[in-house]
């Protein structure tokens, strides 16, 4: 069964620090791979996803995750964060059949301070 | 353009009572549905998901339901509430898109607290 591992439950930063969040998982196929954010009273909304090709992929905010498959990794970067960063990130990883649901690890709080 | 609308948006519910929390979508066909449970510190947990009407598949054996009447209907439910049920509840449907990746998108939640 997949499985997704967030390694760290809350990360204060303040502005202007580099972000790395970790996320590894458990699959025994070819995995699509995503990260999540849910700011606060938002929605979930998708930050970047993986499906193929180059294993390092840019989403929206300046967010960037790299692929590293022989360590089973998606982890999560961003260079410098705003305190407008401050929400919850998951990470999550399906099958790459369309029927098979996505699973997702326990989130990963952050909270960039001034 | 595809919607995902759910309600309600908040319930308050004594023990034992039954629940019914419901979710559809609009602007697709035959999406695949998904119930997940938000709870912190223990990001979302798979509840059920459907790839078709009548078709449910449950991951977490527990004390809830889930049904699909209709393409684009997936109601969740309960015929006797537990103080654990209480959550945030998540609808999401999939859909392909035109990059080939199947993407999850998300309803608004219902917060449901048992009492």
């Known amino acids: 069964a997949q499985s997704v591992s967030q390694h760290n439950h809350h990360v204060i930063l303040s502005e202007a620090a580099s972000l790395e969040l970790g996320c590894n998982y458990s699959y025994g196929g070819t995995v699509n791979l995503f990260w999540y954010v849910q700011y606060p009273g938002q929605h979930l909304q998708l930050l970047l996803k993986?499906?193929?090709?180059?294993?390092l992929v840019k989403g929206i905010k300046g967010f960037e995750a790299e692929f590293i498959k022989s360590k089973f990794s998606f982890n999560l970067r961003k260079p410098s964060v705003q305190w407008s960063d401050t929400a919850e990130y998951f990470c999550?990883?399906?099958?790459?059949?369309?029927?098979?649901?996505?699973?997702f690890g326990k989130g990963t709080r952050l909270s960039v301070i001034a | 353009s595809q919607t995902i609308h759910q309600w309600p948006a908040t319930l308050v519910q004594p023990v034992g009572s039954p629940l019914s929390l419901e979710c559809t979508v609009e602007g697709t066909s035959n999406p695949n549905l998904y119930w997940y449970r938000q709870a912190a510190g223990r990001g979302l947990q798979l509840l059920f998901y459907?790839?078709?009407?009548?078709?449910i598949s449950s991951e977490v054996p527990q004390n809830l339901s889930a049904s699909r009447p209709q393409d684009r209907q997936f109601i969740l439910s309960s015929k006797k509430l537990l103080l654990s049920d209480s959550g945030f509840y998540l609808c999401?449907?999939?859909?392909?898109?035109?990059?080939?990746?199947?993407?999850?998108?998300f309803g608004a939640g219902s917060r449901l607290t048992v009492l």
């Open positions: 999401a449907w999939k859909g392909i898109r035109a990059s080939g990746a199947n993407v999850l998108t």
């Open positions: 993986y499906f193929s090709g180059d294993p």
């Open positions: 999550a990883v399906s099958g790459n059949s369309g029927n098979t649901p996505l699973v």
């Open positions: 459907s790839v078709g009407i009548g078709q």
